[in-house]
Each structure stands twice: as structure tokens, then as C-alpha cells.
């Protein structure tokens, strides 16, 4: 008889090892290995199974029925790649304040409203507290049913019952299973909750979404398992304490994963943010070390500025500091600066801010920073009415962007006059653009 496998597990990060150690070799957890019992194994197992299939012709192989809804939320369904897929086991990951239970409380409500069954699960706040703040946004409806509850066999068995068209489970950390010893929230007790609900998702092809919390590396905590046995990776960005919240698809087996969901925070919840253009800068201050550019987020412009402070540094290394803004390409550009255009800035410290607590994944904003950092060591503002495209390489070329004229179009609609632009424009627009090939150029223009 072959000899049983034990196998040793970092309930912290996931890690597996033959052997107990004290301090994890992956993540440097101390004392986080556990044994792994047989109902963990089991669900690696079946999770690792690929065995026994037979290879089909793909003109034999029947396409896969998708079913979707609509969520009642314009901004949702985009990012969800058009509406709710049936059966489907989505995970809304963001920072606590977020909004996370806000806009998932207010989807049941609104699918409930359509007539639909909605079981909320919530282990985290009393049933008392979630309806004071449906109260607030307005997520009362007949069909829509609070459960408060943490162990995982209750849940299933309420939801077998009863008749539910979709599940909600706030949050993945604080619900456990019976058949497992961890404690809520580490890697096996997340890994056993999230492969239940992918089977009742599947079994009942009803939808079921899994709220889970990022910690502050940026990671939903308890681990990477739970984004590959999902659909759906939804994360949601934002500054608690500012109002626009960012919904980015993360992963998508239904759809696309370019398309944003772009909200606001208000007293009634979360709503789509319908007149967001005018959200992230503002044509009337007139201060030096603010530039303006157009990034796109999914398929829409989205008008952003650049802010720059430039400050003599009393430190042998002066500070560089970027929020929104990658850090690298920041040195790198003040690097370009002060070879193409010898500018001293290793005696200055340089920050960077982008409006509205908005990440910019895109270099198109690169020239736009650069104007900034300009305008700011010169003390010296920017024309408000003018906007800033390109994307610099190391040479100190500008390069061109993606979908420049649609940029251009979202410029010319919120009322800008001029464009700074690496190629000329294939339409013609109402901007006046003006074309730059190097940084050196830009000199010009401030
Ligand atoms: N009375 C209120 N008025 C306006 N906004 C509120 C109010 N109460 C809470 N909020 C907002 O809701 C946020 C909490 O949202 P919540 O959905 O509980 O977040 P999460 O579930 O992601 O932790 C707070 O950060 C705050 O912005
Ligand atoms: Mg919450």
C-alpha cells in the first residue's frame, strides 16, 4: 500500500511543503503551516483534476450557453462584460470604506425589485445595521432577504431551500466551513468556503457574488487561490475619502476586461457618475505646475490634471515623490530633462499628483507631466485651455498615442482649445494641434 502524503500548508500565503516548518520559506509567516486534512485534499485535488477527458473535435464541441441579466446598474453591467452571467461566481475585492457592500446591497435591491430572489449574507454586519443602510440608499424590496450568518453548510442549506435566484456572501474572510479546522479567512478555509459556492453557482446556475477584502499589499487576504477559481475578478479603487470610486475588471471569462465602471459616493449610495468629465480638473485655478491630458479608461476619455510641485531640495538627495503616477517613469523623465534640457533638478525635490485620486496605467500622460514639471520649476502656469498628449521614450522622442482623435474629441467637447499632440491628427478638429517630436520642443510651448 503506498504511503499516505502528508502535506504541510502556509495558511497565510498558500505555500505547500512536505515538511512542518516554523517560519514560512515564501512569505516569512512564523508558525502559519498547518497539516493539510482529507477534505483539503480533496479539493486541491478536484481542483488540480484535468484527468480522464477525451479530445473533441471543435466542430463537434456544442457552444457553451451563456445566459445574462442585466444588474439595473449601467456602470456594473459594463464592467461585468454586459450583465450578470447565470451561474457565474464573481468576486468584488477593494479596501474596507470602499463601497463594496454599498453597491453590492443596492444591486440585490435592484434585482429583487425585478422580481427576482436575493439572498445577502452578511457575517460582518448585523442584520440591523445593513438595513439602516438600505434605508439610506434605498435597497428595501420585498424579494430581497438578509441572512446573518457564518457557517458556510447554514448558508448553502438556507439557500438550497428557499429558492434564491442569486447569492451574496460579505465577506469571504469571515465565513468558514464546518468540515474544516483553520480558522476564517486562511488559505484553506477560504479555498474550501469559495469551492462550495462554485459548486452551488454552478449546480443551481444561479449567480453568487464573493465580497473579499484587500489588505494593504494590495492582495485579497487569505490569497491568490480565490482569483483563479472565480469567473469574475472585479476590484474596486478609490480614496475613501474622496467620492469617485473606480470598478475595474480584473478577470473576465465573459467578457472583456478593458471596460471601467466610473462612480460616485454619495449620501444615497453609489451612483453612476453621469457627469464625470468635469470631475478630475478644473479650467479655473491658474496655477503653475498643473497640466491637463486625456487618458482612456476602457473605451472612454477621461479628462485628468497633472499637478507638479518643484521645490528647491535642502537634502544631498532630493525627494521624488508620485501618487497616481509611476514612480519609475517619473525618474525617468527627470532624468531626460536634465540631459536633453540640462535643468538641475538633482537639486530639486519633485512631487506628482493626479487629480481625483485616479491611477494612470497609460504613458500618454508622460508629456503631461513633463509640462507640469516645466511649468512648476518656472513658476510660470500653463494656458488652461490647452491639452497635452504623448508618450516619451528614453531618446527624449514623443510617441504617439492610442486613439488620438478620440482623445482630441472628449478635449474639444469639455471646451479646450489647443493640443499638444506627437502626430497630426487624422480628423479635423475643432483643437488647434500643434505637433512635438522631442522633449526639446516642448521648451516652446511654456
Ligand atoms: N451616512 C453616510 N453618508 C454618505 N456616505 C456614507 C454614509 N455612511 C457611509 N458612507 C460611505 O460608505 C462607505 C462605506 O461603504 P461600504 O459599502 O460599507 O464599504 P465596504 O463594504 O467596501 O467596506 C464609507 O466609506 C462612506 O464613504
Ligand atoms: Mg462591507
Known amino acids: ?5 502528508i502535506l504541510f500548508e502556509c495558511q497565510a500565503c498558500g505555500y505547500k511543503s512536505g515538511k512542518w516548518m516554523g517560519k514560512c520559506t515564501n512569505c516569512g509567516a512564523w508558525d502559519s503551516f498547518v497539516e493539510l486534512g482529507e477534505k483539503e485534499m480533496e479539493i486541491i485535488k478536484s481542483l488540480e483534476r484535468t484527468s480522464g477527458n477525451k479530445a473533441l473535435c471543435i466542430t463537434d464541441v456544442t457552444q457553451e450557453q451563456i445566459e445574462r441579466f442585466g444588474t439595473g446598474d449601467a456602470e456594473l453591467d459594463l464592467v461585468l462584460g454586459g450583465g450578470v452571467v447565470e451561474g457565474s461566481l464573481v468576486l468584488v475585492g477593494g479596501s474596507p470604506g470602499v463601497g463594496k457592500s454599498t453597491l453590492l446591497l443596492k444591486t440585490c ?107 494593504k499589499e494590495g492582495s485579497i487576504a487569505g490569497p491568490r ?23 475595474r475588471s480584473f478577470k473576465n471569462r465573459f467578457g472583456s476586461i478593458n471596460e471601467v465602471g466610473i462612480f460616485e459616493m454619495t449620501q444615497r449610495g453609489l451612483v453612476d457618475a453621469k457627469n464625470i468629465a468635469k470631475k478630475f480638473f478644473d479650467k479655473k485655478s491658474n496655477q503653475a505646475g498643473s497640466a491637463a491630458t486625456v487618458v482612456m479608461e476602457g473605451s472612454r476619455p477621461l479628462i485628468l490634471e497633472v499637478q507638479a510641485l518643484v521645490a528647491e531640495s535642502g537634502y544631498a538627495n532630493p525627494k521624488r515623490s508620485s501618487t497616481g503616477y509611476d514612480a519609475g517613469r517619473l525618474t525617468m523623465l527627470l532624468a531626460l530633462l536634465e ?43 500653463l494656458n488652461k485651455e490647452t491639452i497635452f498628449l504623448g508618450e516619451v521614450g528614453l531618446t527624449g522622442e514623443i510617441r504617439d498615442v492610442m486613439m488620438q482623435d478620440i482623445r482630441l474629441k472628449e478635449a474639444a467637447a469639455q471646451g479646450f482649445k489647443r493640443a499638444v499632440v506627437p502626430s497630426k491628427p487624422l480628423q479635423e478638429n475643432v483643437l488647434k494641434s500643434y505637433v512635438v517630436e522631442s522633449v526639446e520642443k516642448i521648451i516652446d510651448w511654456m
Open 1 to 5: 500500500m503506498a504511503k499516505k502524503k
Open 109 to 215: 435591491a435592484n434585482l429583487a425589485n425585478s422580481g427576482k430572489k436575493v439572498l445577502y449574507v452578511s457575517a460582518e454586519e448585523s442584520s440591523g445595521q445593513i438595513k439602516l443602510r438600505a434605508d439610506r440608499i434605498g435597497a428595501n424590496s420585498k424579494n430581497l432577504y438578509l441572512l446573518n450568518e457564518l457557517v458556510l453548510e447554514d448558508i448553502l442549506a438556507e439557500f438550497r431551500q428557499n429558492g434564491y435566484d442569486m447569492l451574496v456572501i460579505d465577506s469571504i474572510q469571515t465565513i468558514y466551513s464546518n468540515t474544516i479546522t483553520s480558522a476564517p479567512g486562511s488559505v484553506s478555509q477560504v479555498r474550501a468556503v469559495t469551492f462550495e459556492l462554485m459548486r452551488i453557482a454552478k449546480e443551481s446556475k444561479k449567480p453568487v457574488f464573493i465580497i473579499g477584502h484587500i489588505t
Open 225 to 247: 487561490v480565490l482569483e483563479h477559481m472565480v469567473d469574475t475578478v472585479l476590484y474596486f479603487e478609490g480614496d475613501s475619502s474622496k467620492d469617485i470610486r473606480i470598478l
Open 339 to 381: 540631459k536633453r534640457l540640462e535643468l538641475p533638478f538633482n537639486q530639486y525635490d519633485v512631487f506628482i499628483n493626479i487629480a481625483g485620486g485616479i491611477k494612470i496605467t497609460e504613458p500618454s500622460a508622460d508629456l503631461a507631466v513633463i509640462a507640469a514639471i516645466l511649468s512648476s520649476f518656472r513658476n510660470r502656469p
